[in-house]
C-alpha cells in the first residue's frame, strides 16, 4: 500500500521513518508529474519543496502553527499532507484550488497569490500570538524571488525589532521565480553557495558593481553591511544578522535529517530566525529540469514521459504583443522593456535575446518598475512596462503620482486582463479600467483581436507626454473582427440599416464576437443595434455622446467590474453632453470569483450573448410599453394598443 495514501493529515508523518520518508517524497514527485500532466498547474515549484513540506509539518504543528506560503502556487505537497490527494479537478470548477484556500482547509491561510506579501502577514500574527499569550508558532515560506518585493523588506524591518517575538522565516532559496532570479539580493543569495574563497567572490561582487551602476553601491552598502568588511559580508549570516535576525543554514533543502534539525532549532530560538533552504525547482523530473526557461513552472495538460505539451493552440495575445515589440524595438532605438520577474509569462523573452541591453528585470517589484519606468521616460526613452493585469494594482500609486503626474510617455501593457479562470480571484484581471479611470491624463486601450494589439501598442508608444495602457485577455486570440465603418476614433462592427436604431452596443476588447452574436440575436427579436468598439476607452470618444443620442438605448459590455468601468464612464460622459439615453452597463458584478474555467466563469455572471440579449430585449419592451403608455395618456394614439 503505497504511503501517500496512508496520509491523512500532518501528524500521520510523525510514525514514519526516515527511509519511509524519503519513500513518501518520490511517491509524492510521482503523483504530482501523473496529477498535473492531466489538468495543468504548477508543477517544478512543488516538485521542489517535497522534502522541505515534509520537515515543516514534522516540525510545526498545523493548524495550532501557522504555516503560511508566500504566493501559495508551491503550496501542492501542502495540501496532499494535510488531506486533499484529489488532484483530478485542479483549478476546474469544483475542484481543488491551484493555491491555498481557507474554504478547502483549516491549515491554509493566505489565498491572495500575490508575491512578497507573507512576511508581513506573518509579523501580524506573530504579534497577535504575543499579545494574546497563544502557544503557537508562525511560519513563512517565501522564496528567493519573492525576497526582491520592497514589501518583504519593509516586513523584515518590523520583524528584526521584536527579539523575544517567535517566527520562522524559511527561505526557500531555488534561485529562480518564474526565470532565473535577477537582481542584487539573487546575487548576494548565491555568493552564500559560494565555497571556494574570497577570489571568486570578489570577481562576483565586481561584475555585479560593473553592471549596476547605480544601485549596486548603495544596495552592496545598505543591505549587505559593507561596513563590517568582506570577510564579515560574504560569511552567510551577515546580510540577515546585519537586521537583527538569527540565520540557520544554509540547508540542504532536500535533506530531510538536516531540515527538521535546522527547523527544531529554529523553533526553540525564541525569537525571529532565518532559516535559508537550498532547493531544485523541478527536482525528480527530467523534463522539468532540462527546461532551462523556468523549469515547468506552470504547465497546460503534457504528456508525463516527455514534458511535451498534449495539444496546441493557435497564437495567444501574449505572443502576438511579443512580436510586435521585437518589431517595434527594431524600428525605434528608444523603445526598452521592463518586466517584474515575467519575462517569458508577459512575452517579452523574444525582444530579449534580441535587444538584452533594453530590458530590465526589476525583480517582484511593481511599484519599482513603474517608478523606474517614469524616470527613463524622463530620461528620453520609451519603456514598455508589461505585467498580469492583476499586479499591476500593487503599482497604482506610482503610476498616478510618478507616472501621470510628471506627463511621462510609459506604456504599460496589462496580460491576463478580465477574467483568467483557473487561478482564481486574486488572479482575474478585472479592476485595471476601474482603478484607472481616475488617473488624469491617462490613456487606455483594449483591443479586440491581434490585428489591434499591433495596432493599438505602436498607437500608445507614439503617445510621448502621458501614460498609455494597453490591456488584453489571456489565452489563444481569435480571428480578426473587421471594421465596417468609423465615427470619431471609435470602430463600426455592425451597422442597423435604419436610421433610428434602437440599441448601440459598446463593445470593449475581447468581447467583440460575443458582442456581434448579441446583436444578432436582437436582430431576430425585431431591435436594431449599432455594435461600435470605441478602441481607446479612457478618454471617452467625444462621438460617443451624438451617436448615443442617435439610439434609444445604449448597451455597454465589458470584461471589468461593473463598479467605476468603462460603462459608468460612458454614462458620466453622457450626462456631461446633456445625452438622455437609458444606459445599461454589463461587467463583472464586485465580488470575488471562484476558481473555473473561463466560459464557465462567464456563464456564471451572466456574461454571454444569450443572457445579455434577454435582458436587452426586456429592456427595449420596457420603452416600447412606456412610449405606447405617454402616447394613449396624451391622446395622440388612444386606439393603438402597447405592444409586448
Given at each position: ?10 501528524r500521520?508523518l510523525?510514525?514514519l521513518s ?5 519513500q ?7 503523483f ?28 510545526f ?25 484529489d ?15 481557507q474554504a ?14 507573507v ?12 499579545l494574546?499569550?497563544r ?17 518583504a523588506?519593509e ?27 535577477i ?10 553557495r559560494t ?6 567572490f ?37 546580510m ?28 526553540r ?58 518589431r517595434l524595438g ?10 517584474a ?17 533594453r530590458?530590465?528585470?526589476v525583480g517582484?517589484a ?9 524616470g ?9 512596462f ?33 477574467i ?24 487606455l ?59 448601440l ?17 436582437l ?34 459590455v ?51 450573448a ?13 420603452l ?21
Amino acid at each position: 500500500m503505497p504511503l501517500l495514501t496512508r496520509i491523512t493529515g500532518p501528524r500521520d508523518l510523525d510514525r514514519l521513518s526516515l527511509e519511509e520518508l524519503d519513500q513518501l517524497a518520490g511517491e509524492i514527485r510521482t503523483f504530482l508529474v501523473d496529477a498535473v500532466s492531466k489538468t495543468g498547474g504548477h508543477l517544478g515549484p512543488n516538485l521542489g519543496v517535497v522534502e522541505l513540506t515534509i520537515a515543516l509539518h514534522r516540525v510545526f504543528e498545523s493548524p495550532k502553527d501557522k504555516v503560511l506560503w508566500d504566493t501559495g502556487h508551491q503550496s501542492y505537497v501542502h495540501k496532499l499532507l494535510t488531506g486533499r490527494q484529489d488532484f483530478s479537478r485542479l483549478k476546474m470548477k469544483g475542484g481543488l484550488s491551484g493555491y491555498p484556500s481557507q474554504a478547502e482547509s483549516e491549515h491554509d491561510v493566505i489565498e491572495n497569490s500575490h508575491a512578497s506579501t507573507v512576511l508581513g502577514w506573518a509579523d501580524g500574527i506573530a504579534k497577535a500570538n504575543q499579545l494574546l499569550e497563544r502557544d503557537s508558532h508562525v511560519v513563512a515560506v517565501i522564496g528567493d524571488g519573492a525576497l526582491t518585493g520592497g514589501m518583504a523588506w519593509e516586513a523584515l524591518n518590523n520583524i528584526a525589532e521584536a527579539k523575544d517575538r517567535p517566527l520562522v522565516i524559511v527561505v526557500n532559496d531555488n534561485e529562480r521565480s518564474y526565470a532565473p532570479t535577477i537582481g542584487g539580493l539573487a546575487n548576494h543569495l548565491a555568493t552564500l553557495r559560494t565555497t571556494d574563497g574570497y577570489e571568486r567572490f570578489l570577481a562576483r561582487t565586481k561584475d555585479i558593481l560593473d553592471r549596476t551602476p547605480v544601485v549596486g553601491k548603495p544596495l552592496f552598502d545598505t543591505l549587505h553591511g559593507a561596513k563590517k568588511g568582506l570577510k564579515d559580508f560574504i560569511a552567510p549570516q551577515g546580510m540577515f544578522e546585519d537586521l537583527g535576525l538569527k540565520y540557520v543554514g544554509p540547508i540542504d533543502g532536500h535533506d530531510l535529517e538536516a531540515l527538521e534539525s535546522a527547523l527544531a532549532r529554529a523553533k526553540r530560538f525564541g525569537g525571529p530566525v532565518i532559516v535559508h533552504c537550498l532547493t531544485e525547482k523541478g527536482r525528480g523530473y527530467q523534463p522539468a529540469l532540462q527546461d532551462e526557461a523556468d523549469r515547468f513552472h506552470a504547465v497546460g495538460k503534457i504528456h508525463p514521459d516527455t514534458g511535451l505539451p498534449i495539444a496546441t493552440s493557435g497564437a495567444d495575445w501574449t505572443s502576438v504583443f511579443g512580436e510586435e515589440m521585437v518589431r517595434l524595438g527594431e524600428e525605434r532605438e528608444d523603445v526598452v522593456a521592463i518586466t517584474a520577474a515575467m519575462l517569458q509569462p508577459v512575452g517579452l523573452d523574444k525582444f530579449a535575446k534580441r535587444f538584452p541591453d533594453r530590458v530590465y528585470d526589476v525583480g517582484i517589484a511593481e511599484q519599482h518598475g513603474a517608478v523606474s519606468a517614469a524616470g527613463l521616460a524622463h530620461a528620453g526613452v520609451h519603456p514598455v512596462f508589461a505585467v498580469y493585469a492583476t499586479f499591476l494594482n500593487r503599482a497604482f500609486d506610482q503610476v498616478l503620482m510618478d507616472v501621470a503626474l510628471h506627463k511621462c510617455g510609459v506604456t504599460f501593457v496589462l496580460d491576463r486582463a478580465g477574467i483568467t479562470g483557473t487561478d482564481g480571484a486574486s488572479h482575474n484581471g478585472m479592476w485595471d479600467m476601474s482603478i484607472l479611470q481616475v488617473v488624469p491624463g491617462l490613456r487606455l486601450a483594449a483591443p479586440r483581436d491581434a490585428d489591434q494589439v499591433r495596432a493599438q501598442l505602436r498607437e500608445a508608444v507614439a503617445v510621448e507626454d502621458a501614460p498609455t495602457v494597453v490591456r488584453f485577455s489571456k489565452g489563444a486570440v481569435g480571428p480578426a473582427v473587421p471594421a465596417v465603418g468609423r465615427v470619431g476614433g471609435m470602430d463600426v462592427l455592425r451597422e442597423p440599416g435604419t436610421d433610428r436604431p434602437d440599441v448601440l452596443l459598446v463593445s470593449v476588447g475581447a468581447l467583440a464576437p460575443m458582442c456581434l452574436e448579441v446583436a444578432s440575436l436582437l436582430d431576430r427579436q425585431g431591435i436594431s443595434t449599432t455594435v461600435v468598439d470605441p478602441r481607446w476607452v479612457k478618454p471617452v470618444d467625444e462621438a460617443m455622446a451624438p451617436l448615443a443620442e442617435r439610439h434609444r438605448v445604449v448597451v455597454t459590455v465589458e470584461d471589468n467590474s461593473r463598479v467605476g468601468g468603462v460603462g459608468s464612464a460612458i454614462a458620466q460622459a453622457l450626462r456631461d453632453a446633456g445625452v438622455d439615453v437609458p444606459l445599461r452597463d454589463f461587467g463583472i458584478p464586485p465580488r470575488f470569483l471562484d476558481h473555473a474555467s473561463r466560459a464557465e466563469v462567464l456563464a456564471e455572471i451572466g456574461l454571454t450573448a444569450p443572457d445579455i440579449a434577454r435582458q436587452v430585449t426586456g429592456l427595449v419592451s420596457q420603452l416600447d410599453g412606456l412610449t405606447h403608455s405617454r402616447l394613449r395618456t396624451d391622446g395622440a394614439a388612444q386606439a393603438e394598443p402597447a405592444r409586448d
